[in-house]
């Protein structure tokens, strides 16, 4: 089925490790992006990518790396996790940035 | 600094109920306002996408309103039902951005 996978659906970390959350599309969609939910907050957005190639910091990028070598994987790194960095991570994508967002299902992160 | 409030937090009736939930946002140079449904542990699911242009969507039992110039936005529920039970998001997408400005969502539990 068409859309937007996110693996792994749940990860524990400690404090100080690295890690990659993994997004995939299949739909050839230019336009990606990673969300984090806190309880009571909604989703802030971490980073966006416009194309391959190109990439930008949302409102929340603070220990956070991306990179878009392809159309359809959008990494999210977390270079040294921190308690703080506790959430729900969402990916999106979308044909123009403006309609018709796919969500993932999510990933949910403990950092201890 | 665009910023999106939804009233109530949290809400609960009984089936069959007409609800209402309301959406506020600060800055009126919006593209268009997206409301979504999330069921728990789940991804986000598009309901009604009302471009800034328009006034009203309606989609089955669902009717969705905006009056930007107020910075506001409704979501009507008719005849509710047990599986409408969810958090309901709102989020708009300004027009200098192609990103979404989340509210923190309302979580609506319809009693059978």
């Known amino acids: 089925n068409a859309g937007v996978t996110q693996t792994p659906k749940f990860q524990v970390l400690k404090t100080g490790q690295s890690m990659t959350l993994q997004c995939a599309q299949d739909?050839?969609?230019?336009?990606m992006s990673w969300y984090r939910q806190d309880p009571g907050m909604g989703l802030r957005l971490i980073h966006y990518?416009?194309?391959?190639?190109?990439?930008d910091q949302g409102e929340v990028p603070n220990g956070y790396n991306v990179s878009r070598s392809t159309t359809e994987d959008f990494p999210l790194r977390l270079l040294s996790a921190a308690p703080s960095q506790t959430s729900v991570y969402f990916c999106?994508?979308?044909?123009?940035?403006?309609?018709?967002?796919?969500f993932g299902s999510g990933t949910r992160l403990t950092v201890v | 600094k665009q910023e999106v409030t939804q009233i109530p937090a949290a809400l609960s009736v009984p089936e069959g109920e007409n609800l209402v939930l309301n959406c506020s946002f600060t800055?009126?140079?919006?593209?268009?306002l997206q409301w979504f449904r999330q069921d728990p542990g789940k991804g986000l699911t598009s309901l009604l996408l009302?471009?800034?242009?328009?006034r009203e969507q309606t989609s089955g039992r669902l009717n969705a309103s905006l009056d930007k110039s107020s910075g506001r936005s409704t979501l009507y529920i008719a005849a509710s039902q047990p599986g409408d039970s969810a958090t309901y998001l709102c989020?708009?997408?300004?027009?200098?951005?192609?990103?979404?400005?989340f509210g923190p969502g309302t979580r609506l539990s319809v009693l059978p």
């Open positions: 009302i471009q800034s242009s328009q």
């Open positions: 800055d009126s140079a919006i593209y268009n």
């Open positions: 999106a994508s979308s044909e123009t940035g403006y309609y018709g967002y796919t």
């Open positions: 989020a708009v997408i300004g027009v200098y951005g192609q990103n979404f400005v």
């Open positions: 990518s416009v194309g391959a190639g190109i990439t």
């Open positions: 739909m050839n969609h230019e336009y």
